[in-house]
């Protein structure tokens, strides 16, 4: 199966910064979506990207599927954006969704 | 709005009982599917169904099993809880391949 890989595993920040984080695939992917899970360990959904960049607020995407990777960019980091997010993707025809290990980020007031 | 709804938030169960998670969601996707959350294991597939009544092993299947007897709800088992299943379990459901998963709110289970 394929495996994802994101990094860093754990970002700290003062609040106000802008922070960049990765997700690698081993191979391409359809499905591939980033989530944000809160602190009651709910799995929010951020963005649904198999390729292309989309905006949401704050928060970007963007995927190269060509090149199996793609990043989350999150701007003017607010104290509740802290938390651990997650990247996953499917193989084209495959139903199963593989998780990475998870970037925690922190924003300190 | 997709809904996914876990019938608990957290329970606590003995060791040996029978336990039931339930998960419905609302917005008739053919596909659920139930995930365990351990640290430092990340997020694996326990389970999966693609229509009523069929199902498929994910990676870690072993322990539990699984039952969709409606579109809307997949129910999570454990026939013989054990303490190396106090996890949190989180189900999810998507529509049809390769689209847009939604999940639950999660099961923080604690077998003693």
């Known amino acids: 199966g394929i495996q994802v890989e994101q990094s860093p595993p754990d970002l700290i920040l003062q609040e106000g910064a802008n922070s960049t984080l990765r997700c690698n695939f081993s191979?391409?992917?359809?499905?591939l979506q980033w989530f944000h899970q809160n602190p009651w360990g709910q799995l929010i959904n951020l963005f649904y990207?198999?390729?292309g960049t989309k905006q949401n607020g704050r928060l970007s995407a963007t995927t190269v599927a060509t090149e199996r990777y793609s990043l989350l960019y999150i701007s003017s980091s607010q104290t509740t954006d802290s938390g651990v997010y997650f990247c996953?993707?499917?193989?084209?025809?495959?139903?199963?969704?593989?998780f990475g290990q998870g970037t925690r980020l922190t924003i300190n007031p | 709005d997709v809904k996914v709804t876990q019938s608990s938030r957290y329970l606590v169960k003995r060791t040996g009982e029978k336990v039931f998670l339930e998960c419905v969601q609302d917005?008739?996707?053919?596909?659920m599917f139930w995930y365990r959350q351990d640290p430092g294991l990340g997020l694996r597939l326990i389970y999966f169904s693609y229509d009523v009544k069929m199902k498929e092993k994910g990676d870690i299947p072993e322990g539990y099993s699984v039952s969709r007897e409606k579109k809307e709800r997949f129910s999570l088992i454990l026939e013989s809880a054990s303490t190396n299943q106090t996890s949190m379990y989180l189900c999810?459901?998507?529509?049809?391949?390769?689209?847009?998963?939604?999940f639950g709110q999660g099961t923080r289970l604690t077998v003693v």
């Open positions: 999810a459901s998507s529509s049809s391949l390769n689209t847009e998963a939604f």
């Open positions: 191979d391409s992917v359809n499905n």
């Open positions: 917005m008739d996707h053919e596909n």
């Open positions: 996953a993707g499917a193989l084209q025809g495959a139903q199963k969704l593989v």
């Open positions: 990207i198999p390729s």
